[in-house]
């Protein structure tokens, strides 16, 4: 869209055709406001996405490939990129009126800040909670998941209106630097599905940057459009995949627990936590089952 961009949008795509088109009007309705590109990633869809993109917005940039999770389908746009700013943008948000100007301006003009997100709004008017999260370290991942406590994970006790730093933000809108995302790899390609977005946090944090939570500018965010979790849309996924997307969450925390909290504690603590996750593990399996049944 720019000759020479400062800020590359990339939009991870999977037959969310009809909100790809409305999230791509709300960013050409914006585009003055940063100088920038749009690149479209698609997890081969199959719905008409690729025809829809280059007919009606051949401003942006397009690319496909297989379905292999939000990691890797948004590192595939990596090659495409020519800003000095990287905004993973998922396609079920639409954007409000100086959102891409003001939070470009905060980062460039706080070099200690790694990445930011904004307020994420749903339709409900009800705030997104996963702006802002905490690691999910055992204590805190045992009182959101046992406990059924969310409060310090989410960080209740901390103003949503108040600028802040955080552990981790939201892959929705998670806007940072190339040279950090080139420094630390851009996303993890083990994790398929849920919890990238926090690991990519976690290396950023470790070369010393800032996680920032910036409410002063909203977008609205549908949530769960690509998973089968939105009651207002609902993509054609098998049963095999609405599986996976059930069982994504606990596969993540494993994960992330393995590669990056594992040398945080005694050898005999994490075979215990571990032993814990595999044990949710297999009681969230038992409940997806029989979920399908009644």
């Known amino acids: ?3 020479k961009p ?10 969310a055709k009809t909100l790809l088109r409305d999230c791509l009007n709300s960013v050409f309705r914006f585009r003055e406001e940063v100088a920038l590109e749009v690149i479209v990633s698609d997890n081969d869809s199959g719905d008409g996405t690729e025809e829809m993109v ?6 942006a940039a397009f690319t496909q490939g297989p379905n292999v999770g939000f990691a890797a389908g948004n590192n595939r746009a990596r090659p495409l990129v020519h800003g000095s700013l990287v905004l993973f943008l998922n396609p079920d ?3 409000n009126k100086g959102v891409l100007a003001k939070t470009t301006a905060y980062l460039k003009f706080h070099p200690e800040v790694g990445a930011l ?3 994420l709004v749903l339709p409900t008017g009800e705030i997104d909670k996963d702006a802002r999260r905490r690691f999910p370290t055992p204590a805190i991942a045992f009182e959101r998941l046992i406990l059924r406590n969310g409060r310090r994970y989410w960080y209740e ?3 949503s209106d108040k600028i802040q730093e955080v552990g981790a933000i939201q892959g929705a809108f998670f806007l940072t630097r190339k040279k950090i995302l080139d420094e630390v790899d851009w996303f993890d390609e083990d994790y398929f599905f849920q919890g990238e977005d926090i690991d990519l946090c976690w290396k950023i944090k470790n070369l010393g940057y800032k996680i920032i939570y910036y409410p002063k500018v909203s977008i609205w965010h549908l949530k769960g459009a690509t998973t089968g979790k939105s009651k207002l849309f609902k993509p054609q996924i098998t049963p095999a995949q609405k599986m996976k997307v059930k069982m994504a969450t606990v596969d993540a925390m494993e994960l992330f627990f393995r590669k990056r ?3 945080s504690y005694p050898i005999c603590f994490d075979w215990f936590v571990w032993a814990g996750i595999k044990v949710f593990k297999i009681l969230r399996w038992i409940g997806v089952k029989i979920s399908f049944l009644t």
């Open 93 to 95: 948000t639409k954007l």
């Open 157 to 159: 006790d901390v103003d």
């Open 117 to 119: 997100s904004c307020k």
């Open 261 to 263: 909290l594992w040398d």
């Open 6 to 15: 400062e800020l590359s949008i990339i939009i991870l795509n999977y037959k």
């Open 1 to 3: 869209m720019a000759a």
């Open 54 to 59: 280059k007919k009606e917005f051949p401003w």
